[in-house]
């Protein structure tokens, strides 16, 4: 999955591990025009994400407020691990974002480091 570009980091994007530059996001989502969406930033530490539950819960109750969901198949933490392996951060600390936005065909889930 290399693209060959230099220092290239990877996302996951509705269930597909991407480099950033091809995850393309359509300019007249709704989620990027109005800010229809939420985010969450965590912590994690040697790939386990700090009070992930805790992280979830709130998540999933914020996306429900503004009509969206977070797939229930999807499993979060196996997901995030994989993503830092990725991009060589399965060891110490590193930061996550999570988000999730309305797109004009549903919603697109971005996970990030």
């Known amino acids: 999955m290399n693209t060959g570009e ?10 597909d591990f991407l480099s950033e530059s091809e995850a393309l996001f359509g300019c007249a989502d709704p989620g990027l025009m109005t800010g229809m969406g939420v985010f ?15 992280h979830h ?7 429900k407020k503004i009509g969206l969901e977070l797939p229930a198949i999807i499993d979060l933490e196996a997901v995030i691990a994989e993503l830092l392996f990725r991009n060589g951060q399965s060891k110490g600390r590193a930061r996550l974002r999570l988000t999730l936005f309305k797109t004009l065909n549903g919603q697109s889930l971005v996970i990030s480091t």
């Open 6 to 15: 230099k220092n290239s980091l990877y996302c996951w994007v509705n269930g």
């Open 57 to 63: 819960a709130r998540f999933k109750l914020d996306s």
């Open 40 to 54: 969450d930033t965590l912590c994690a530490y040697d790939a386990r994400p700090c009070d992930f539950a805790k």
